[in-house]
T-cell receptor, first 117, second 112 residues
């Protein structure tokens, strides 16, 4: 158990719809990252939030957006869903840097499996 | 573009043997490299992190090496057990400590 919880675990949407996925971070973790994992692929970085600000973004279009709240929980929003958005969406929290060096370890949730029809 | 390759999609070995998994990267100079374990339908679980100035890191039956000249990391599981069967992912990190992309993973099957 990593202490990171995601909801919903599974959902089905149709093309063009919008979806919101939620993540509750492990206590004390002020950094949250979101990843997309397509079937048979490794996770790909969508973006990262630190103290409620986006501080890194991967190669994903603007219709992928996020929020981090004061309690460090987080949301991933995807607008105008496309068939290729079908994937496992993973949230990962991490510890603050120590001595200026990132600890790097990501604590992943179990993911939200999105199917777009 | 940055590319991460893990040597094979599947690796089958006998219990008690050493499993060796390979991660190669191109167009990238990671400051750190991590290895994760992922079971079917679950999120990845962190195993080890190695820094660019470290040659080798060990944790119990696990050993990771990092060769920045070859742009390669090797991940070893000694005295493998059926419970080690899972997919293993490598993830180079940039200077900010962000894993932008993971490898596809190698699925290890350990038979008794």
């Amino acid at each position: 158990e990593t202490g990171v919880t995601q909801s919903p675990t599974h959902l089905i949407k149709t093309r063009g719809q919008q979806v919101t996925l939620r993540c509750s971070s492990q206590s004390g973790h002020n950094t949250v990252s979101w990843y997309q994992q397509a079937l048979g692929q490794g996770p790909q970085f969508i973006f990262q939030y630190y103290r409620e600000e986006e501080n890194g973004r991967g190669n994903f279009p603007p219709r992928f957006s996020g929020l981090q709240f004061p309690n460090y929980s987080s949301e991933l929003n995807v607008n105008a869903l496309e068939l290729d958005d079908s994937a496992l969406y993973l949230c990962a929290s991490s510890l603050p840097e120590t001595s200026g060096r990132p600890t790097g370890e990501l604590f992943f949730g179990e993911g939200s499996r999105l199917t777009v029809l | 573009s940055q590319k991460i390759e893990q040597n094979s999609e599947a690796l089958n070995i006998q219990e008690g043997k050493t499993a060796t998994l390979t991660c190669n990267y191109t167009n990238y100079s990671p400051a750190y490299l991590q290895w994760y374990r992922q079971d079917p339908g679950r999120g990845p679980v962190f195993l080890l992190l190695i820094r660019e100035n470290e040659k080798e890191k060990r944790k119990e039956r696990l050993k990771v090496t990092f060769d920045t000249t070859l742009k390669q990391s090797l991940f070893h599981i000694t005295a493998s057990q059926p419970a080690d069967s899972a997919t293993y992912l490598c993830a180079p990190l940039n200077q900010a400590g962000t894993a932008l992309i993971f490898g596809k993973g190698t699925t290890l099957s350990v038979s008794s």
